[in-house]
């Protein structure tokens, strides 16, 4: 089936020590997202994708880090730098043509810091 | 002030109630408005979808956009239980691939039996 698998889906980290989430796409999308989501505070971009090898920090990157070298994959790196990094993190992708601007989704992975 | 701003609720309705949630944002540029919903521990899947003004409907679900204002809403209709989720707006002012979406807070919704 297509679609966005991210794993963990649970994970717990101990404080001062990096983590690094999955983000594996089958959908062929050019473009790959990863936000974060706080309660009452809606969807936070940290870093966005248009193509392999090229990313570009979004609203929140302070912590994190990104790699691009395959088009169907983006992990995510939560860094002990991250100040408060327990959250819930959504990957996202969207196709070459804009149509109706959909982002998909995938099922998101939850951090918890011990 | 945020870009966007939703009422993040709970909000809590009887099973057939008519469910209206809104959305107002300050950048005049954005044309292009979504509405996602995403059910407890998922990831959010697109609802509905309106360029510039005007209303859409599609079946229990009607979006509307009114840009004078900077006013969007969404209408669920005879709400049913499975409706129970967190609706989140979300607009861009640019198509294509740069185009950044800007999330509302979202509102969480319950549609009681």
């Known amino acids: 089936d297509g679609g966005i698998t991210q794993s963990p889906k649970y994970l717990f980290r101990k404080e001062g020590q990096n983590v690094t989430l999955s983000c594996e796409q089958n959908?062929?999308?050019?473009?790959m997202y990863w936000y974060r989501q706080d309660p009452g505070q809606g969807l936070r971009l940290i870093y966005y994708?248009?193509?392999?090898?090229d990313f570009q920090k979004g609203d929140i990157a302070e912590g994190y880090s990104v790699s691009r070298e395959k088009k169907e994959s983006f992990p995510l790196t939560v860094t002990s730098a991250q100040k408060n990094p327990t959250a819930f993190y959504l990957c996202?992708?969207?196709?070459?043509?804009w149509g109706t601007g959909e982002l998909f989704f995938g099922e998101g992975s939850r951090l918890t810091v011990l | 002030q945020k870009e966007v701003e939703q009422d993040p609720g709970p909000l809590s309705v009887p099973e057939g109630a008519i469910v209206s949630l809104n959305c107002t944002y300050s950048n005049s540029a954005f044309q292009y408005f979504m509405w996602y919903r995403q059910y407890s521990r998922k990831g959010p899947e697109l609802l509905m979808y309106?360029?510039?003004?005007g209303n859409k409907e599609d079946g229990r679900f009607t979006a509307q956009v009114d840009k004078s204002s900077k006013y969007i809403s969404l209408f669920i209709r005879d709400s049913q239980p499975s409706d129970s989720a967190t609706y989140l707006c979300?607009?861009?002012?640019?198509?294509?691939?740069?185009?950044?979406?800007?999330f509302g807070q979202g509102t969480t919704l319950q549609v009681k039996p």
């Open positions: 994708s248009q193509i392999v090898n």
């Open positions: 959908l062929n999308h050019d473009a």
């Open positions: 996202a992708t969207k196709g070459r043509v």
């Open positions: 309106t360029y510039s003004s």
């Open positions: 979300a607009m861009s002012a640019m198509s294509g691939n740069t185009g950044k979406l800007i």
